[in-house]
């Protein structure tokens, strides 16, 4: 069975970096996409930012654009982001997310209905 778990959330201030991490087990797909997304409470779901494997192409929110650096160790199967330049509008709980087919279009990586495999979120929580 696929599992995701991330880690790497934290309480850090303002301007501040975190890594997250989403490992995946049992995941044995040649070509496919790993998404990031974020829920604060009372907010729906968002798309942060996706990988796709075959080519390390990567989607970006414009909201975190310039900030957050998606990347992956396909020996390790994880995906990292890298969060830069935190701010109090970054808290919420970040959720990786697997699709067993790359994402072709940029109007769809943050659309969850996409993805097939979900990991159970870590906290993100930026003070001011």
């Known amino acids: 069975e696929v599992q995701l778990v991330e880690s790497g959330g934290g309480l850090v201030q303002a301007g501040g970096s975190l890594r997250l991490s989403c490992a995946a087990s049992d995941f044995t797909f040649d070509d496919y996409a790993i998404g990031w997304f974020r829920q604060a409470p009372g907010k729906e779901r968002e798309g942060v930012s996706c990988?796709?494997?075959?080519?390390?192409?990567?989607y970006y929110a414009d909201s975190v654009k310039g900030r957050f650096t998606i990347s992956g160790d396909n020996a390790k199967n994880t995906v990292y982001l890298l969060m830069n330049s935190l701010k109090p509008e970054d808290t919420a709980v970040y959720y990786c997310?697997?699709?067993?087919?790359?994402?072709?279009?940029?109007?769809?990586?943050?659309?969850?209905?996409?993805?097939?495999?979900w990991g159970q979120g870590t906290q993100v929580t930026v003070s001011s």
């Open positions: 990988i796709n494997s075959n080519d390390s192409s990567t």
């Open positions: 997310a697997a699709r067993i087919y790359p994402i072709k279009l940029s109007s769809s990586y943050g659309d969850p209905r996409m993805y097939d495999y």
